[in-house]
């Protein structure tokens, strides 16, 4: 009985999108929509093929990549170590954060016009954007998990005479790591919003700037087989963090 429930949901997990994809042409091409405004997937995927043959793709990706990267980085460290911080000890948590809270809920996108005021278009105002969106989803899961973790281990560890540094890198961190990674893994996804605002902020090259361009000329095709690749590229991250995560805490598996 286990065994067919797995067969029949193999079938389902790959016949998914194969069907989503057969559904969408036959839509497309017996004219229920407009396929101007909503081609087909097979020129969609003609425009793919051209956008890759071209050069721009790699290009694009190039730019959009290094701008998660280096937002998501500098974004994910500094707020896990602020979040050890205010998850760890009251006098900082009752400093940093009421005003975490106040920022957090404002959204990287709204950010868009002052960040060109503060850095024109230069990479440092996409790199800020990305920072924004990651920054308080990871310290959010750092500062819950610290807080939350097993009060039985604490107190074994205050007996045993552990040092502060001992109990925030051998009891605290380990015991939080699950929360931990959980923010790491949404702040991906994050990064990915956080980025087409990033990239529509001014931008000369990324995936999302040349969304802006086909959208421009109604190169409709164009534009949604960008939004596959990012949607591609989001996917790859978020799956391989994924198998990263479950090898340093397998034991929460």
Known sequence: MKSRARMWEMIARWSSL???VLIWEIVVRNGMVNPILFPPPTVVAAAFLDYASSGMLMTDLG???SRVVIGYLAGAILA???GLLTGGNRFAAAFF???FQMLRPIPPIAFVPIVIVWFGLSELGKWFLVFWGVFFTVWLSVHLGVQR???TLIRAARCLGASKRMMLFEVMLPGALPYIFMGLRTAISVSFYTLVAAELAGAFAGIAYRLEVTQQNMQIGHMIAGLIVLGLISTVADKLFGM???KVIHWNT
């Open 97 to 99: 954060s009421p005003v």
């Open 149 to 151: 973790v097993n009060d």
């Open 63 to 65: 730019w959009s990549v």
């Open 244 to 246: 990263f995560s479950n």
């Open 80 to 82: 896990i170590l602020i």
């Open 18 to 20: 194969p069907l989503l």
